[in-house]
């Protein structure tokens, strides 16, 4: 019998299972977030480049992951699962192995700098297999009921551990030296690696697999409005320390901090509303959340009522995608599930991707504050789209 037909375990034992599965997307995305904050500093001031490579640097990585996303899809759906989290985990050694060479080069800056870009985008690739992989493994394992609760632990994970990463790594550089940031990721994705390595796989889904633009096309609208909402969070991740410098307020950090406890407390409290009402009424009340959340931001007459609009949409984004994420996977046959994970986590990526420029040209011409605004608009026309959608569904 199939894990989807089964009888249906306790909610704490398919909650353990999920979180032994989650776990490998958490130690890869320790292995992203620990040099986050530590490499443009390093090919600034040590490596001696200009503050535009110290920024490629970083970006080339998610850049890498945009691309990769159909690679992913296509190695989980004929390899399966397991082997894709055993690629990235790998990848994600092979970055710490980068970074290690570069540190060594780091007399000849141009080398270094090349080793570095290599690895962020190894990195990149080994982010979509990991992150995409895990999802798909833990849903093998307790079966599409519990796609929700897959997909918010699996973002509970990759946040989490960005979380955490980012000062680690500057605490390991602090006191250890450069060449601890790249020996950590080597380790952390070798254990990641031997914990995955014994852990059982179900056979690969048999079935035609569709195109990968067969897939993206299915999932287009529901990534679409995923991508509509995720730029809220693009803009508050990217600009709210300009925006509160600009309006000589203090205490930015705390809005990032605001955003993302209620995001995973959202996450943690009411991933299971997704199966008792459905992904799309669901995604719908949580974009009327974030939306009011960013007019906040947008018409804050102070820095507290700015905290509370930030809170707000992190409270409010937390659940679109795993919900979206519920009904556009119903679109793809079990054979193409891996595809049509990655095609619906490249809209995210995209959002994030263009949101940083673009906003930023709003702000040049608007004043920060404005960027809100846009953000708030974004999120009410994903709203609209999800209500259309949820209307097609019925009909």
């Given at each position: 019998?199939?894990v989807?037909t089964a009888?249906?375990?306790?909610?704490?034992?398919?909650?353990?299972?999920v979180v032994?599965?989650?776990?490998f997307?958490?130690?890869?995305?320790?292995?992203i977030?620990?040099?986050l904050?530590v490499?443009?500093?390093?090919?600034?001031?040590?490596?001696g480049?200009g503050?535009?490579?110290?920024?490629?640097?970083?970006?080339?990585?998610y850049l890498?992951?945009l691309?990769?996303?159909?690679y992913?899809g296509t190695?989980?759906?004929?390899?399966?699962p397991?082997r894709?989290?055993?690629?990235?985990?790998?990848g994600?050694a092979a970055?710490?192995?980068?970074?290690l060479?570069s540190?060594?080069?780091?007399?000849?800056?141009?080398?270094?700098?090349?080793?570095?870009?290599?690895?962020r985008m190894?990195?990149g690739t080994?982010?979509?297999l990991?992150?995409?992989?895990?999802?798909?493994w833990?849903i093998?394992r307790?079966?599409?009921?519990?796609?929700?609760k897959?997909?918010?632990w699996?973002g509970?994970?990759?946040?989490?551990?960005?979380?955490?990463?980012?000062?680690?790594g500057?605490l390991l550089?602090q006191?250890?030296g450069?060449?601890s940031?790249g020996l950590s990721v080597?380790?952390?994705a070798?254990l990641?690696?031997?914990?995955?390595?014994?852990?059982?796989a179900?056979?690969?889904?048999?079935g035609?697999?569709l195109?990968?633009h067969?897939?993206?096309?299915r999932?287009?609208?529901?990534?679409?409005?995923?991508?509509l909402?995720?730029?809220?969070?693009?803009c508050?991740a990217?600009?709210i320390t300009?925006?509160?410098?600009?309006?000589?307020?203090?205490?930015a950090?705390?809005?990032l901090?605001a955003?993302?406890?209620c995001?995973?407390g959202?996450?943690?409290?009411f991933?299971?509303?997704?199966?008792?009402?459905g992904?799309?009424?669901?995604?719908?009340?949580?974009?009327?959340?974030?939306?009011l959340g960013?007019?906040?931001?947008?018409?804050?007459?102070?820095?507290?009522?700015?905290?509370a609009?930030?809170?707000l949409?992190?409270?409010?984004f937390?659940?679109?995608?795993p919900a979206?994420?519920?009904?556009?996977?119903?679109?793809?046959p079990?054979?193409s599930r891996g595809?049509?994970?990655?095609a619906?986590?490249?809209?995210?990526?995209?959002?994030?991707?263009i949101?940083?420029?673009l906003?930023g040209?709003?702000?040049g011409?608007?004043?920060?504050?404005s960027i809100?605004?846009?953000a708030?608009?974004?999120?009410l026309?994903g709203?609209s789209?999800?209500?259309?959608?949820?209307?097609?569904?019925?009909?």
């Open positions: 019998m199939s989807d009888a249906a375990p306790s909610n704490a034992a398919v909650t353990l299972e032994s599965v989650v776990l997307t958490f130690l890869a995305y320790l292995t977030g620990i040099p904050a490499l443009p500093g390093y090919v600034h001031h040590d490596l480049f503050s535009v490579l110290a920024g490629l640097v970083i970006s080339v990585q890498a992951t691309l990769t996303r159909p992913a190695v989980i759906d004929t390899l399966g397991k894709a989290v055993l690629y990235g985990m790998a994600c970055s710490g192995l980068c970074m060479l540190v060594m080069l780091q007399g000849l800056p141009a080398l270094s700098l090349g080793s570095l870009l290599l690895g190894i990195l080994a982010e979509s990991v992150g995409t992989g895990s999802i798909t833990g093998d307790v079966g599409m009921l519990h796609t929700a897959v997909i918010s699996n509970i994970a990759s946040y989490g551990a960005l979380a955490v990463g980012a000062p680690l500057v550089v006191h250890f450069l060449a940031m080597l380790l952390l070798l990641g690696f031997a914990l995955a390595w014994p852990r059982r179900k056979d690969v889904q048999p035609e697999r195109p990968f067969h897939v993206l096309g999932v287009a609208a529901h990534g679409s409005g995923l991508a909402g995720g730029i809220g969070f693009g508050i990217t600009f300009l925006y509160y410098g600009s309006r000589g307020w203090a205490g950090v705390y809005c901090s955003f993302g406890g995001f995973i959202a996450r943690l409290l991933a299971h509303a997704i199966n008792r009402h992904g799309f009424p669901v995604a719908i009340v949580c974009l009327l959340v974030e939306s960013l007019l906040l931001l947008w018409l804050a007459p102070g820095p507290w009522s700015a905290l609009g930030a809170a949409s992190g409270f409010g937390s659940l679109v995608f979206l994420g519920v009904e556009a996977v119903k679109l793809a079990a054979s595809a049509a994970l990655g619906y986590s490249l809209f995210i990526d995209l959002s994030l991707g949101t940083g420029p906003a040209a709003i702000a011409g608007y004043g920060f504050g809100f605004l846009f708030c608009v974004a999120a026309a709203l789209l999800s209500v259309w959608l949820y209307r097609r569904s019925r009909g």
